[in-house]
């Protein structure tokens, strides 16, 4: 299986000797708090001060300052490429394609076995494909893996879904109960890529599953990067490290994802121990995003989504201008 890796292994020199000083982060993070005595513009002066409304602005989370920086050594998306990228994942049309519970039941991989069987190898297959050609056009795909209710089917339908939303879309059903996926699940993503959903590893998984998985990122020619996504409520495992190396050994390049950083109860040990996994010494120097799973009162809106797709639009070899096509051509 071909894949390119777009980002250089040297650039790995570069944060050989970096180190990182969290207490320095914590403290030096501002808050922005409303003055006590502060009144809105144009409030009238016979309103008592208890009628008069206090507008506090919620501080970015401490734990989002990571996303800037562990990818401090690549160019900082501006505030027009992310817009560009934010309106094409905003205007897509999201659609289920296919699942597999076996690897040859992937549309296009039964065909290719179909013509590596029949006889000579430059030979055509002259039989129907009984395959649509949407579903086999090649292209880019990127693979979510990660433990089982690592939060990919969540994070997948908040990609998909306009930021302006509170509530997620339900493109990928997403379930509490650990190793709800079980098979490949394929989403197009406005005729121009693919996310496949993979299923979890981990507490309630399989070897079939597993073997499903390896298989799927070691052969599929289609597929362009994969998403490690870790649980920032669990953190990084033994599981997790052993992916890796994985991927690593066999040169598939891949990113890592840590979700449900809304669930982190305290930031500055969690930020310790992020230095001390030296996740910036990775091979193939994976770039690493850090998002929050629901909005609440402490994240009142989807942190790190919109570097996520930027990152997507970069490993599918996507132009900032792309835009989603609505009809039957990609």
Same mark, same amino acid.
């Given at each position: 299986?071909?894949?390119?890796?777009?980002?250089?292994?040297?650039?790995?020199?570069?944060?050989?000797?970096?180190? *990182?000083?969290?207490?320095?982060?914590?403290?030096?993070?501002?808050?922005?708090?409303?003055?006590?005595?502060?009144?809105?513009?144009?409030?009238?002066?016979?309103?008592?001060?208890?009628?008069?409304?206090?507008?506090?602005?919620?501080?970015?989370?401490?734990?989002?300052?990571?996303?800037?920086?562990?990818?401090?050594?690549?160019?900082?998306?501006?505030?027009?490429?992310?817009?560009?990228?934010?309106?094409?994942?905003?205007?897509?049309?999201?659609?289920?394609?296919?699942?597999?519970?076996?690897?040859?039941?992937?549309?296009? +991989?039964?065909?290719?076995?179909?013509?590596?069987?029949?006889?000579?190898?430059?030979?055509?297959?002259?039989?129907?494909?009984?395959?649509?050609?949407?579903?086999?056009?090649?292209?880019?795909?990127?693979?979510?893996?990660?433990?089982?209710?690592?939060?990919?089917?969540?994070? &997948?339908?908040?990609?998909?879904?306009?930021?302006?939303?509170?509530?997620?879309?339900?493109?990928?059903?997403?379930?509490?109960?650990?190793?709800?996926?079980?098979?490949?699940?394929?989403?197009?993503?406005?005729?121009?890529?693919?996310?496949?959903?993979?299923?979890?590893?981990?507490?309630?998984?399989?070897?079939?599953?597993?073997?499903?998985?390896? +298989?799927?990122?070691?052969?599929?020619?289609?597929?362009?990067?994969?998403?490690?996504?870790?649980?920032?409520?669990?953190?990084?495992?033994? &599981?997790?490290?052993?992916?890796?190396?994985?991927?690593?050994?066999?040169?598939?390049?891949? +990113?890592?994802?840590?979700?449900?950083?809304?669930?982190?109860?305290?930031? +500055?040990?969690?930020?310790?121990?992020?230095?001390?996994?030296? &996740?910036?010494?990775?091979?193939?120097?994976?770039? *690493?995003?850090?998002?929050?799973?629901?909005?609440?009162?402490?994240?009142?809106?989807?942190?790190?989504?919109? &570097?996520?797709?930027?990152?997507?639009?970069?490993?599918?070899?996507?132009?900032?201008?792309?835009?989603?096509?609505?009809?039957?051509?990609?």
């Amino acid at each position: 299986m071909r894949l390119t890796c777009q980002r250089g292994l040297s650039i790995s020199r570069l944060l050989k000797n970096r180190t *990182i000083d969290v207490k320095k982060i914590i403290l030096s993070t501002k808050y922005e708090h409303a003055s006590p005595t502060e009144s809105p513009k144009n409030s009238k002066p016979a309103e008592s001060a208890s009628k008069i409304k206090k507008y506090t602005k919620k501080p970015t989370p401490v734990w989002y300052s990571l996303n800037e920086m562990y990818n401090a050594s690549y160019a900082k998306p501006t505030t027009s490429e992310l817009n560009s990228v934010n309106r094409f994942f905003n205007s897509s049309k999201i659609q289920y394609e296919w699942s597999a519970a076996h690897f040859a039941d992937v549309p296009g +991989e039964k065909i290719k076995n179909k013509l590596n069987t029949d006889g000579a190898g430059n030979k055509k297959f002259h039989g129907k494909t009984y395959v649509p050609f949407e579903l086999v056009n090649g292209l880019p795909e990127i693979a979510f893996l990660g433990k089982s209710n690592a939060g990919k089917s969540t994070l &997948l339908n908040s990609l998909t879904t306009d930021l302006k939303q509170t509530e997620l879309g339900e493109y990928a059903k997403a379930s509490k109960r650990a190793g709800f996926t079980k098979t490949l699940n394929s989403f197009n993503v406005g005729k121009k890529l693919r996310i496949v959903d993979t299923p979890g590893y981990g507490f309630n998984s399989s070897v079939e599953q597993g073997d499903l998985t390896m +298989e799927y990122v070691q052969q599929r020619q289609q597929l362009v990067r994969c998403f490690l996504l870790i649980s920032g409520e669990q953190n990084i495992g033994k &599981l997790d490290y052993q992916i890796i190396e994985f991927l690593s050994s066999k040169g598939i390049p891949f +990113e890592i994802v840590f979700t449900k950083m809304d669930k982190v109860t305290n930031s +500055e040990k969690f930020m310790l121990s992020t230095q001390n996994m030296k &996740l910036s010494n990775l091979p193939g120097l994976p770039g *690493i995003i850090f998002t929050n799973s629901v909005t609440s009162k402490n994240c009142p809106k989807r942190y790190g989504i919109d &570097l996520l797709r930027h990152l997507i639009f970069q490993c599918c070899g996507l132009s900032r201008d792309s835009i989603p096509s609505h009809n039957g051509n990609t």
